[in-house]
């Protein structure tokens, strides 16, 4: 299979432009890395060299559709991937302070979080390093129209980075290196697969990790998030904590509030509990579920929301209730990529 402009080294680059002055590789680099320039309009590249460029390492992301929220704060992909066809996802919020992009690392998903439309399609494919780079690319490049600098990623789209955990290392190198975004503006999201919280205890470079908990029990949690059958509650706090030894980065923990199922002031006070087992205490980022047809369950009413949060920080917990962006534009998890609303589009087991 030909290897995508992303996932090629230097070495790669140099050798799709045979008899070139070794200068080429730096002005191609720069401009992918920095200038955020699609390889046609690398215009310091003579036309025909541009041309072969493209031909010998093609771009892997294809441009399927996009969604922007009312605001015009929030912009959507999705793209289908060159190999295989398969739809993916990212998504661009900025902030006035920040702009970060949600990339998937995974098309699809094997970890069934019931709730999730990524997870009810089930998984086709991991993504490579360079399929995770072009997202973050791609977006940057859409954030400078816009006069915006990406300043934050975090590995949150389709897929579980610590399922694909090699090529999550090798995206997040890439990104730091040579876009330049520094790693405590990096943060892996995980279902909370113990292994790979391990494994991201020995990265080079020193993430923010957050885990996806949205139950604090484990009877509960076995039901919302099934891998939680293998990595259970206690054994997921005691790797969080050897992290925060290790790395000295934030943990924080997503909560996905579903009516009367989470969010009663039982939930609340586990949950707080839970956090105080952290050391330094994990933040919470609270988030109204976004329906999603597989799942019979509401979202919290934005009053339950505030009431739970309140309940967290009465009882010591730092909790922030995350705007629920794009909820007209289909931004959870999936959501784009199983066309429930814009351009249908069909795969794997989700026929919305
Ligand atoms: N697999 C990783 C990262 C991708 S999911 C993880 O589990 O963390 C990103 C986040 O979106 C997770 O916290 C996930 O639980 C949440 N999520 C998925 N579907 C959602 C929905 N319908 N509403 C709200 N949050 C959702």
Redesign the pocket.
Known sequence: MTIGLYDASRDDIAAAMPNQPAYRVKQVWEALYQQFRAPTDITSLPAALRDELANVLPESLVWKTESTDETGDTVKFLWHLRDGGHPIETVLMLYPDRATV?V??QAG?A?A?G?????QAGFNRHLTAGEIVEQVVKAARRAQTMGRRVSNIV?????????NEAATRAAVERIHDDIGISARHLTV????IIPGIRQLAAWPLPVNL?????AARDELRNEL?PINKRYPIDDLVSACNDYLNERRRRVSF???LIDRVNDTQRDANELARLCKRLRPSAHV?L??????PG?PTR?SSPQRVREFADILVGLGVNATVRR?RGTDIDA????LAAGQTITPVRFGRNDN
């Open positions: 949600c998937s690392t998903c970890m979080c709730f999730c439309a990524t997870g590995f949150m789209g389709m897929g579980e980075p610590l399922a999201s995980t279902v909370g957050a885990v996806s908990l949205h998030v997503e909560w996905a980022n988030i109204p579920l976004n329906p999603t799942w979202g629920n959870a998890c999936g959501q």
